[in-house]
């Protein structure tokens, strides 16, 4: 099942062992991460500290953006699909001092509302 929500565009928990390795340059002391999902090449990882949104890029997704966001400087942020038929469903993120949301698009599947629900439990928090 997880090829099959790899190829829908499901987003899928990563456990924090098999991804340590690839944060552990980037991670401060004391910061481990909590949780994490993949959706295709990109990632949400959640940390004690922030989230760490990955960008894989281009073909062979060689070019990797790794975008930090303190969840302090999170203002708001929302679910949104069209319809009970629509295929594709988004998550926009609200940035303190920046005009335009950060979004990530996802295919119909219900774990979106895992990242959502882990948005909020630390943003909330």
Do not use: C
Not at 12 to 32: C, M, N, T, W, Y
Not at 111 to 122: E, P
């Amino acid at each position: 099942m997880g090829i099959l929500n790899a190829i829908m565009g499901n987003s899928s928990e990563v456990s924090a062992d098999k991804i340590a390795h690839e944060f552990e340059p980037i991670l401060i002391e004391g910061e481990v991460i909590v949780k994490s999902f993949k959706l295709i090449r990109d990632m949400f990882v959640f940390t004690n500290k922030r989230l760490i949104l990955v960008d894989k890029q281009g073909l062979t997704g060689s070019k990797i953006d790794f975008m930090t966001i303190p969840y302090h400087s999170i203002n708001y942020f929302t679910k949104r699909s069209a319809s009970l038929l629509d295929l594709d469903a988004e998550i926009l993120i609200w940035i303190k001092g920046a005009s335009q949301p950060i979004q990530r698009d996802f295919r119909k599947g219900e774990n979106i509302n895992d990242v959502y629900k882990a948005l909020s439990t630390y943003v909330l928090a």
